[in-house]
Every structure is written in C-alpha cells, then in structure tokens.
C-alpha cells in the first residue's frame, strides 16, 4: 500500500453529454469529458470555448458610471486638464497603469502616474498622495486595480477639488467610495455580462471606451496582468489571455521582448506559464522590494537598449527577491513549529519585525504548501505599531469572507475568498488570531486539513494518445476555473521504474496495462517513491499528459504528480545484506520488526535496542500484534507455519517485508525419506548396537548422507519408542509397536521446517507473493462470507 499526498477528487460527468459533445464536435471523449467538467456542456458553448478568438469583446458601456467616466476624461484631455493615474505596486497594478498611460498620451492627455511604495505608503489609495497630486495641479485623479475600499480618501479627493474616477476588480465592501464614476464588474447594480475580470482588464474596457475601438495592441500587456493576478481564464479573461499570448509570441515591444530574454523565455513558444512564472514573478518583485515605476518604464519603453537596461535590473531585483523569500520562509515555518503548530491552530498568523512586507504574500503561500493551512504572515513596524500583511487560504475557507467579520481590527483590508492583504495595529494581532481560529474550528475539519487534487477524469492507457493531447491543448490558455487537466490512470503495472536526475530525486517510469498499452511518465520530486513500490505493484497515479518530442519522433507521456497503491504489497529482502541500512530506509511510521528466535539478535545485535523490534515468542505474542495499515519486517524463521499466518491474518498490513534469515538450513539437507528409514533400521537390526558419538559421521560418509541426517533419524526412533538411547549407543528395543512418523515431533518439525524454507525461502517472488495473498485477502474473504452466513 501506498498512501497519496493528497485527497484525489475525481469529478462526475454526465456521461451523455460527453457522448453528444464527443459527436459533434468531433473530438475525443477525454476532451468532451474536459469541457463539461468546465461546465461547457452545450454545443453552442463548448465550439466557443474551443475556439475562443473568434469570440468578440463585450460593449465596455454595459458597465455602469462608463459614460461618465469617459466624458469627464475626454473633457480633461480636451481643456488641457493635468490627469494622474493612480495605481498599485504588483504585476496587474503596473499592467492597469501601462495601458492606461498609454491610451491617455495616445489621446494626447496631460498624464502621469503615480503607484504608493509599498513600505512607506502600504496598500491603496493613501492622504499623502492625494494632497501631492492636488498640490501638484492634478484635477482627474483614476484609480487602477485599487480604491474600492478607500472610502475616506475618496472623500479626501473631493475636498481637495479633484474629479475621482475608481477603476477596480477586488471584492467591493458594504460602503462605497464616493467618486465621480466607480467602474466595477462587480457592483450590484452593474449590468455587465462578465464579472471577473482583472483590473489590467476593467482598464482595458475603458482604453476600448475612451479609443471607441479595441486597443488590440495593448492585449499583450493585458494578458500579462490578467494571468498574473489569477483570474478565473473563462470569457473575457480567456479572450484577454488567448489573444495576448498570440501577441508576445510576435510582438516587437521593446519591454516585454527584454523581459522574455532575461527570464530565458523562448518568445516563440510562450504560454500561460511562461507570463504567470516567469515574466509576472519579475514585475512582482520590483513593487515588493522598492518602487514599482521601473516596471511601468519598462512595459512603455519604446527603446530596446533602455528596455534591455530596465530588464536587467529587474531580473537582479528579482534575485534578490528570491534569496530574502527563501530566508524569511524559513524563519515563518520554525516560528510555525515552534509556537502556532498546525495541530492546535486551524489558521496560521504569524509576524515578526524586519520580515520585508513585500514578499509576505509569497512567504504566506509556501507556509501553506507546507502546512496546508490558511496563513497569514506579517510585518511589524514596531516604531508606528503596525502590522502589514498578506493572507492566503485553503480550499474550502473563504479568506475574505472570514476577515470581513473583523473589519473592525483591519483599518486597510481587501481581498478575495484565497488571498487579502491588511494592516492592522500589532496589538490587535492576537485577537485577530484567536478569532480566525474560532471560525476555522467551526468551519473547517480534519479531513479540509488535507490536500485536495481535482482531477478533470480518469482515462486508459489506449486513450492517453497523442491526438488526445493535442486537442486539449484547445483548451489552454490554462488558469483558474479552467485549471491545465489533470487526469487520473487507475490501476496498471510498471513495465519499467528507475531513478533519474543529478541527485537521483525524479522517478522514469513506463506503465502497462493487461492489453499492453504503454505510457511513459516522469515524476520530478518522486525519485523516494522506487522504495515503496514493489515488483508487480498495480499503481494508480494522477498528472498531467504532454507530448514528448526527441529526434523528430513524437510520444505521449504523463508527468507524474502523485501515486497510489491501495494493496498490500510484498518486499523481497531475501538473502539481501546490510539489515542496519535497508531497515532504515523502511518508512517508521507503524512499523513493525519481527523476529521469532533470540539467536537473531546474535547475528543483528543493533535490533536490540530498536523501538520497533517484536518478538513473537507463541500464539499470544502472534494474535496481539497489531499490524493494521503497518509495515511488517519478518527478520527471521518462524518455527511454525501457524505462527506466522497469526501474526497477519485478518490484520490487513499495508507492506511486507520479508527478509527471512536462518541458521539452520533445512531445505539444504536431506529431509530422510521411509527408505532412508528402513536401511537404518535394518542397519541397526542387523550390526547390533551402534556408538552413534563415535562412528556417527563413518555412517554418513558411507551412506552420502550428513551427520545432521544420522542424528535426526536416530532421534524419530527414539521419540517413536523403536530403540533407546544410553550416552550415545543406540540399541533397538524388543518387539517395538507400530507406529507413524507422524507420532513424532520431531519428524513433524522439521517437515514442516523442510516446507517452509521451500515456501518462504527458497520461492520465487511471485510464489511467495501468492502465499502471503492467500492468508491475506482468500482468507479474509472466506471468514466474511461464513460471518454472512451467520447472520
């Protein structure tokens, strides 16, 4: 058995209308299979999302306060008016500035921008700005990506004389600012079709207002922030995203062409992944660790040479970036281990002074890969007594939705159901935890504490094709709500496993089904897992399909990401040396080290002061040991075969591992048969009595037989009452009865000692496989049906 890192939820569909999307579609079940799981299960919807460039861009003036907004600022534009752009300091922030700016100097607009530091200034719209940009002459002030929960700021703004105009995303509060227009997918009373687009796209909605057209050259930098801020990729954002992917792949755009070097992004093959891990993490890093205006300079930058300049500091921003994450990640998890352990703290919040407040989001998402609970990781400013911060959450616990009930502890707080950001008084820190943890332990049970995988379906081997691939590649770009498939391949052998990588951490496998379908996998990080799968383990594993590509030959394959094995399995540590090392490697949890002999302690004396180590002396010690879901290690012989069936049966261990050393070797001597018997006894009848310590071996020697062989036929004699033993001389008794060879002990051990070396040691794996099998699950299964029949 072999036990999944996370809970494996494969959904249900609708059987027929994967068929019917199948037919008329003409594609594969798998594919059909996809799109309904997406809740695409019409014809109509499907061959849209299939094809989604040949879908077109909502009216941007469904959105309310649109018209106001467009007419205040083409008024501005027009009078010569100075307009600020106000936006905020992470990928989709400088995106939503950069197609604004450009749109406005398009227009010929008097327009700057302005994005807060994140340190001095923190999230959203803040007094200070507001009173630069009134002092500074500004008389239109547009917020991107932010102000919806900046109610007193938008109050501030009109006593300072300024038009305020709000463009956001983020999930709108019980009050709303109080601006000239507010323009949000997400209002109320908004009559737009689409609601969850990025802030990248609501100020893409107003460049195509204010333009009269859609602003098809600013798709590319809309994708970057739309796949960036992990937006749901349906409609609007899969269009965005589609089309500006198709964009970087051509553009000439000095910023992002500098950008894709420096991230070593061939711009050719640039996908979803390449923007969301290796463009968006580079524009993120700047805003964490200082101002965000490089960032924007370099998305508008006309000039290659200084594209290539801005680049370049932004990739050693970035490096910087990622050596302060992985210190202050390891700081978070002992601070975690050490005082807010996961067992006792359904919410982790956790905070320290010096932690840089930028990267606190990324800190709080490796917490919860780690421990798997929603977090929330601080920054104090011991000098102001505030604490900025950064949550992320779990499947299954909306994060917004929690902290909203204590909007009175979070002056500055805004969100989504996974993620917020906050500063809250570092007094209040504790509160806030012991009340995150009171609605997590109303909320959320064991079972939520668990990892969950998706998987979109499971599939065969046959099915695993490379036309299947290649039309779900119809289905990226990949992202939230329309996540990359994962599928799950349920109960087939491993033709072939080994170890691969510098490090021997990553596992190359090649499965098998009983048709001889073949797949071949690779999981990175999986390599520990050649330890726990035995030979002819059926394995279930769960990843993604890609096509591999090598010298022109194409091949389907899986990249592994979890396995499973839901049998017992057997281990052959048969004759196998160096005990001390390989029981080491044998996962401790419930396992057991079991030896029937004393002796065994002579020949491995490091078990003698192991905390797993059994002894199973007889049937009591047998029948108590508990093994259920274990690891059981037989070190040695068992003297009876009925001893070790009582040590398993009925106990459903997860693993067997068999290792089986003796001293005696009864398989390699003779097992006397009623011939060698007979001679003996003739011998005997006719010689008279024999010194047996004395001319023992000359009988032996003379007959080929061992010394072991003389001994052991002269004691079935004398337990069967046929001669007498007196120090060593044998002498037949007079008018011995008839008796079997079954009568004596002796006999009978060492037949079923001969047996059972034949069985446990000297069998193949499989027969010894079918052996355990057999008292494992035959067994098993005949005592359920005599109880059935009982009841």
């Not at 923190?122 to 239109?140: C, E, I, T």
């Not at 105009?165 to 999930?171: F, Q």
């Not at 394995?539 to 049998?567: A, Y």
């Not at 040991?625 to 040590?647: A, I, S, T, Y």
């Amino acid at each position: 058995m072999l036990k999944p890192k996370t809970r494996w939820n494969v959904k249900s569909v609708d059987e027929n209308k994967v068929a019917i999307l199948a037919e008329e579609l003409h594609i594969t079940p798998l594919v059909a299979t996809l799109l309904v799981n997406r809740g695409l299960d019409t014809i109509e919807s499907a061959r849209s999302f299939l094809f989604v460039k040949n879908q077109t861009f909502h009216d941007p003036f469904l959105m309310k306060d649109m018209d106001k907004a467009v007419y205040r600022i083409r008024e501005a534009i027009q009078n010569k008016e100075k307009i600020r752009i106000f936006g905020d300091y992470d990928a989709d922030g400088v995106t939503s500035t950069t197609v604004m700016m450009t749109t406005l100097t398009k227009l010929g607009a008097d327009v700057d921008f302005y994005i807060p530091n994140r340190f001095t200034e923190g999230y959203g719209p803040n007094p200070m700005a507001f009173r630069l940009a009134a002092d500074q002459g500004v008389k239109v002030l547009i917020t991107v990506d932010t102000g919806i929960s900046a109610v007193e700021e938008a109050k501030l703004a009109a006593e300072l004389g300024m038009d305020y105009i709000l463009t956001d995303h983020h999930e709108p509060g019980p009050i709303l600012p109080e601006a000239l227009a507010i323009i949000h997918p997400k209002l109320e009373d908004s009559a737009y079709p689409f609601k969850d687009l990025a802030g990248v796209g609501v100020a893409f909605k107003l460049a195509h207002a204010l333009l009269g057209e859609m602003p098809e050259d600013l798709l590319e930098i809309a994708a970057i922030g739309t796949i960036a801020d992990l937006v749901p990729l349906q409609g609007e954002n899969r269009l965005i995203a589609a089309r500006g992917i198709e964009q970087l792949r051509l553009t000439k755009r000095p910023g992002p062409v500098a950008l894709m070097k420096v991230a070593n992004i061939q711009q050719e093959a640039l996908s979803e992944e390449s923007i969301g891990f290796g463009m968006a993490p580079r524009i993120n890093a700047v805003g964490r660790l200082g101002d965000a205006d490089p960032a924007v300079d370099l998305l508008m930058s006309d000039n290659l040479e200084e594209a290539t300049e801005l680049a370049v500091e932004i990739n050693d921003i970035n490096k910087e970036r990622q050596t302060m994450v992985a210190s202050m990640a390891e700081e978070a998890i002992r601070e975690v281990e050490e005082n807010y352990p996961p067992e006792t703290n359904g919410v982790l919040i956790i905070g320290r002074e010096g932690w840089n407040a930028g990267v606190v989001g990324i800190v709080a998402s490796k917490l919860v890969e780690r421990f798997y609970r929603p977090t929330i990781v601080l920054s104090f400013d011991q000098e102001k007594g505030l604490a900025k911060g950064s949550a992320r959450s779990i499947s299954g616990f909306d994060l917004f939705a929690s902290l909203s009930t204590c909007r009175e502890l979070l002056p500055h707080f805004g969100g989504h159901p996974m993620a917020a950001g906050m500063t809250l008084k570092i007094e209040d820190v504790q509160e806030l935890r012991d009340r995150m943890n009171k609605i997590a332990n109303e909320q959320l049970n064991e079972e939520d504490f668990t990892p969950i995988t998706n998987l979109d379906g499971a599939t065969t081997l046959a099915e695993a094709s490379i036309q299947t691939i290649q039309e779900m590649s119809l289905l990226a770009p990949f992202g939230v709500t329309n996540p990359k498939p994962k599928i799950l391949i349920d109960s087939v052998q491993l033709a072939s496993v080994r170890k691969i990588g510098t490090n021997h951490n990553h596992l190359k496998v090649q499965l098998e089904d009983s048709e001889n379908h073949k797949l071949d996998g690779v999981g990175f990080g999986l390599g520990h897992y050649m330890e726990e799968i035995a030979p002819h383990a059926k394995v279930s594993v769960i990843g993604e399909l890609s096509i591999n590509e090598w010298n022109n030959i194409k091949k389907p394959q899986i990249f592994v990401q979890d396995i499973e094995v839901n049998h017992w399995q057997l281990f052959d540590y048969r004759g196998k040396g160096q005990a001390d090392k390989w029981l080491a490697d044998i996962p401790a949890h419930n396992r057991k080290i079991v030896i029937f002999s004393e002796e065994t302690l002579k020949a491995y004396p490091f078990l003698q002061q192991h905390p797993d180590l059994v002894h199973i002396e007889d049937e009591k010690d047998a029948l108590e040991l508990e093994c259920h879901e274990g690891h059981v290690v037989f070190m040695d012989m068992p003297p009876l075969r009925n001893l070790l069936k009582q040590v398993v049966e009925n106990k459903k261990p997860a693993r067997i591992y068999a290792h089986f050393s003796h001293v005696q070797d009864h398989f390699l001597s003779t097992l006397p048969t009623r011939d060698h018997f007979k001679w003996f006894y003739a011998f005997l009848s006719k010689k008279g009595p024999l010194d047996i310590k004395r001319y023992g071996d000359d009988l032996a020697k003379y007959r080929g037989w061992s010394r072991d062989t003389v001994d052991f036929i002269s004691k079935v004699f004398f337990e069967l009452d046929f001669v007498t033993i007196d120090n060593g001389l044998i002498m037949l008794t007079t008018n011995p009865k008839k008796r079997d060879f079954s009568e004596s002990v002796s006999f009978i051990r060492k037949k079923e000692q001969f047996e059972l070396e034949q069985e446990l040691v000297y069998s193949s794996y499989q027969q010894l496989f079918d052996w355990f099998n057999h008292i494992l699950i035959h067994e098993a299964i005949d005592l359920e049906e005599e109880t059935k029949q009982w009841i």
